[in-house]
């Protein structure tokens, strides 16, 4: 089983700050890590995603996010934010393999709601 | 275009009502799921279907009964309604089937549930 920890439920930054949200995790296999954005009154959209590879990946919107596979975590970072920011943040994961039903299967943490002050 | 879409948007019923909700996707896709995001904002995965096969079947009441007519189609139909039924239910499809590579999963508007 996977579980997942963001751990600041809301972070209220000013614009052209740099933030960073903090997501840990907990798995019993290896996992897939995802940042998940959703404005007000819509749907999820992909932030960004790690697979393998290199431990820093680029999203959209300038965000990006670094895996630690020894501190079982994936923050997610942008160097300035902007008011349109402003957004729940969700990160997820997914087990890389696993018997039958869990494969394929997002866990998904608590949220962090960014608020960006001009 | 839309990727995912979900009627309706709102739904506001009464306790012991049946009700659904629909889900199309026109990715091409052979996943589908329904998530439930309650008051705190918590999703949590209710079921998974792939190519009309239920797939994960989380502990969910089985007055939830989710319908997959065909794989760019996958309805909830909730029986007899209760309060704590209310909540934001979102649908998702994925492109690939699990196990055979990494499911990003998009996601739809949304149908927002509340029971009366």
């Known amino acids: 089983a996977q579980s997942v920890t963001q751990l600041d439920s809301q972070v209220p930054v000013f614009e052209e700050a740099p933030v960073e949200l903090r997501c840990n995790y907990s798995?019993?296999?290896?996992?897939?890590l995802f940042w998940y954005v959703q404005y007000p009154n819509q749907g999820l959209q992909l932030l960004l995603k790690?697979?393998?590879?290199?431990?820093l990946v680029k999203g959209i919107n300038g965000f990006e996010a670094e895996f630690n596979k020894s501190q079982t975590s994936f923050h997610l970072r942008k160097p300035s934010v902007h008011i349109s920011d402003t957004a729940e943040y969700f990160c997820?994961?997914?087990?890389?393999?696993?018997?039958?039903?869990?494969?394929?299967?997002?866990?998904f943490g608590q949220g962090t709601i960014l608020t960006v002050h001009p | 275009d839309t990727a995912v879409s979900q009627t309706p948007k709102y739904l506001v019923t009464q306790m012991g009502n049946d009700k659904s909700i629909k889900c199309e996707q026109n990715?091409?896709?052979?996943?589908m799921y329904w998530y439930k995001q309650d008051s705190k904002k918590f999703l949590k995965i209710m079921f998974s279907?792939?190519?009309?096969?239920?797939?994960i079947n989380e502990t969910v009441p089985n007055r939830f009964s989710p319908k997959s007519p065909d794989k760019a189609h996958l309805n909830l139909h909730i029986n007899s309604l209760e309060l704590g039924d209310s909540a934001v239910y979102f649908c998702?499809?994925?492109?690939?089937?699990?196990?055979?590579?990494?499911?990003?999963?998009?996601f739809g508007p949304g149908t927002r549930l509340t029971v009366l």
């Open positions: 798995s019993s296999v290896s996992v897939y």
């Open positions: 998702a499809s994925s492109h690939k089937f699990p196990g055979q590579g990494v499911n990003e999963q998009f």
């Open positions: 279907y792939n190519n009309k096969e239920l797939i």
């Open positions: 790690y697979l393998s590879g290199s431990t």
């Open positions: 990715l091409g896709h052979d996943t």
């Open positions: 997820a994961v997914s087990p890389q393999r696993a018997g039958g039903t869990s494969y394929g299967k997002l866990t």
